[in-house]
């Protein structure tokens, strides 16, 4: 980075200009250009060794998900993204791009406290720590990788749900470009599962955990 680079950088003027013009959208304030923490709070801390911080949007069940599947004991705090809680300097902390869901393993993986966050690096680290969810066999742990980071790198239906309503022609670019996407992502999906239970091998795993809350949200809407 260059050695000008200060906390005094402030983002393009057309930057500003769409963020101004979003601000009237549900989800508007769950993004700004700048990191960092913008008010001073602490985060909750149950007795539990894994501590969750997360809400029911897709990315945070797919968390959930495996951790029941895990059958271990954690405590559960709900972050509201949409009242800026992934904000306070206490979650800041814990996942400096202060998104959910984030996880805090009080045992770490030498004996101190470990912050994880991004939700399939979650996924990944808890099915390694517990030895589950993730196949023996070489061929098919790979295939699970795969399946792990497509589901991280599609946008499903992301576009669809958060865009706002308003745009008009202005959306029309996006919602033909990604929507054409999530149908592509669907028909990928679709085809390799043609005949199967589960995305890889005969095993429940890990894969399946991560792809599904983002499948079922097409299908179910954004309910929570």
């Keep these: 980075m260059s050695s000008t680079a200060s906390s005094d950088w402030t983002p393009p003027r057309k930057v500003e200009e769409l963020s101004a013009s979003a601000s009237g959208n549900t989800f508007a304030s769950i993004n700004s250009p700048n990191a960092g923490a913008r008010v001073q709070e602490s985060l909750p801390v149950g ?39 992934q904000f306070t300097s206490g979650f800041v902390a814990l996942n400096p791009n202060s998104k959910i869901p984030a996880l805090l393993d009080q045992d770490g993986v030498d004996g101190a406290p470990l912050h994880v966050w991004e939700s399939a690096s979650i996924a990944l680290y808890l099915a390694e720590k517990y030895q589950q969810f993730l196949p023996s066999n070489p061929r098919h742990r790979v295939e699970v990788m795969n399946w792990l980071f497509w589901q991280m790198g599609g946008n499903f239906g992301h576009f669809f749900v958060y865009a706002p309503a308003d745009k008009g022609a202005a959306r029309d670019y996006g919602v033909a470009r990604y929507g054409m ?16 239970t589960y995305l890889v091998g005969e095993e429940y ?3 399946d955990m991560v792809v599904f809350p983002w499948a079922n949200q097409l299908d179910t809407g954004y309910i929570h």
Excluded: F, M, W
């Design 47 to 85: 007795t539990a060794r894994l501590q969750l911080y997360s809400l029911g949007t897709p990315n945070g069940i797919k968390v959930s998900i495996l951790l029941e599947e895990l059958g271990v004991d954690y405590d559960a705090h709900c972050i509201n993204i949409g009242t800026g809680e």
């Design 205 to 207: 795993s890990v894969a």
């Design 181 to 196: 996407e999530t149908q592509r992502l669907c028909s990928v999906l679709d085809k390799h599962l043609e005949g199967k």
